[in-house]
Nanobody
Framework: QVQLVESGGGLVQAGSSLRLSCAASGRTFGGYAMGWFRQAPGKEREFVAA????????DYADSVKGRFTISRDYAKNTVYLQMNSLKPEDTAVYYC??????????????????WGQGTQVTVSS
């Protein structure tokens, strides 16, 4: 079992930056690919970014490419999502998720085994 806890959300103005963190505990963090998803009010949850275990290959949704960066710290069992140039349309609850098939990147929510509770990000115009 892996427990994931997100933090770092908040209320910011458009153009600002935030860094989300996702701390993992429980079973070894090794071997898991990690993803960030988000769900805006009244919308389906959508893929944001993902990173593999080991080589650290990454993938981003087109809507965040060039503005968001996903990274991981193996020593701290933590994954980060650095969000720059935030826009009001980035407002959502952000979730991190772990995929036991660590060497693959997936945009599909059902392929992730564990999920955090989410952290709210609100971007005002």
């Amino acid at each position: 079992q892996v427990q994931l806890v997100e933090s770092g959300g908040g209320l910011v103005q458009a153009g600002s930056s935030l860094r989300l963190s996702c701390a993992a505990s429980g079973r070894t963090f090794g071997g898991y690919a990690m993803g960030w998803f988000r769900q805006a009010p009244g919308k389906e949850r959508e893929f944001v970014a993902a990173i593999t275990w080991g080589a650290g290959n990454t993938d981003y949704a087109d809507s965040v490419k060039g503005r968001f960066t996903i990274s991981r710290d193996y020593a701290k069992n933590t994954v980060y999502l650095q969000m720059n140039s935030l826009k009001p349309e980035d407002t959502a609850v952000y979730y991190c998720a772990a995929d036991s098939r660590g060497y693959r990147i997936s945009r599909l929510q059902y392929e992730y085994n564990y999920w955090g509770q989410g952290t709210q990000v609100t971007v005002s115009s």
